[in-house]
């Protein structure tokens, strides 16, 4: 038997314990933030780590592992079981480079997300999607794993904010997991570029952030063949789904300008079909702000 780290969250502890059965010699960490740099830290010697949860548990267990061995059991859309990154926040957001984890799904876990867990994670895996497909960086395979990723979401779009079974929850980590598998080829955008210094100024949940965002980004890029994905005949159709969909947070207080300037300084934010200029981006911010 192989001596294991078991890395988890609130909502999954008592599974982290029926892992532990199967390992000898093991320690927990729990979860309760994104990753800092406090995580980078932490000195691993157990033979595997193994993150069980949604992002940030698991990009905090790629990120202890190193060069060991990570198992990744998602229980969210995040999809970060899907990349060879990890991101760490703190002043600035910071993305270091891991091994791509073990992937293990287990269909059978009780997933029981708080709807504020659930509808982050969706629409980050959303975002995930919809800027790998209009990314300039798509190819034939990104592109196929975008629209699997979309077609899977968009069933369950006008249920989020109601009871989903285990089946629903088990297709939604499956369409995080294919829009983790498009952005480890293309990498995010706009959207992510932008939500980035939200989530560090006004300590906002990143997928909460990203939901908030997207139907702007959407209407701004306009991209053709987006809403057939959707079973859409519109981008404005579409803009009115994903904003019926979510629940946006409440900022207050919030500095246009300054978060402009600062998502401008993230190359990727142009890395989308179409260009943003500050002044653009200003005035999407200030249609959020209301």
Same mark, same amino acid.
Not at 278 to 289: H, T, V
């Given at each position: ?121 969706v629409f980050d895996a959303l975002s ?11 190819? =034939?395979?990104?592109? &196929?794993?975008?629209? !699997?990723? #979309?077609?899977? %979401?968009?069933?369950?779009?006008? *249920? $989020? @904010? ?8 088990n297709e939604l980590i499956t369409a ?72 946006? =947070?409440?900022?207050? &207080?919030?500095?246009? !300008?300054? #978060?402009?300037? %600062?998502?401008?300084?993230?190359? *990727? $934010? @142009? ?20």
């Amino acid at each position: 038997m192989q001596s294991a780290l078991i890395v988890y969250s609130k909502h999954t502890r008592e599974y982290a314990k029926l892992i532990s059965k199967r390992y000898k010699d093991v320690s927990f960490l729990e979860v309760t933030k994104p990753p800092t740099e406090e995580i980078l830290k932490i000195k691993n010697n157990k033979d595997v780590v193994i993150g069980i949860g949604g992002g940030s548990v698991i990009d905090t267990a790629k990120i202890i592992s190193k060069d060991k061995r990570c198992i990744a059991i998602p229980t969210t859309a995040a999809g970060a079981a899907m990349t060879p990154y990890a991101t760490i926040w703190g002043k600035e957001k910071k993305s270091v480079t891991t091994k791509k984890p073990i992937l293990k799904m287990d269909y059978e876990l009780l997933k029981n997300l708080p709807l504020n867990v659930m509808q982050s994670t969706v629409f980050d895996a959303l975002s995930h999607a919809i800027e790998s497909f209009w990314s300039k960086n798509t190819t =034939p395979q990104s592109r &196929n794993y975008s629209k !699997k990723a #979309i077609r899977l %979401l968009n069933k369950h779009l006008n *249920r $989020i @904010n109601s009871h989903l079974n285990k089946n629903d929850i088990n297709e939604l980590i499956t369409a995080g997991n294919l829009a983790g598998q498009a952005i480890a080829i293309t990498q995010t955008n706009v959207a992510h570029a932008t939500s980035y210094p939200i989530t560090i100024e006004y300590g906002i949940d990143h997928g909460a952030v990203c939901g908030m965002l997207l139907p702007y980004f959407v209407e701004y890029m306009d991209f053709q063949g987006l809403p057939k994905l959707f079973k859409l005949d519109s981008t404005k159709e579409l803009v009115a789904l994903l904003k019926k969909s979510f629940i946006p =947070p409440k900022i207050k &207080n919030f500095d246009v !300008k300054l #978060i402009a300037k %600062l998502a401008m300084k993230y190359e *990727r $934010i @142009n890395q989308g079909h179409r260009k943003i200029s500050q002044e653009s981006l200003e005035k999407i911010l200030k249609k959020i702000a209301g």
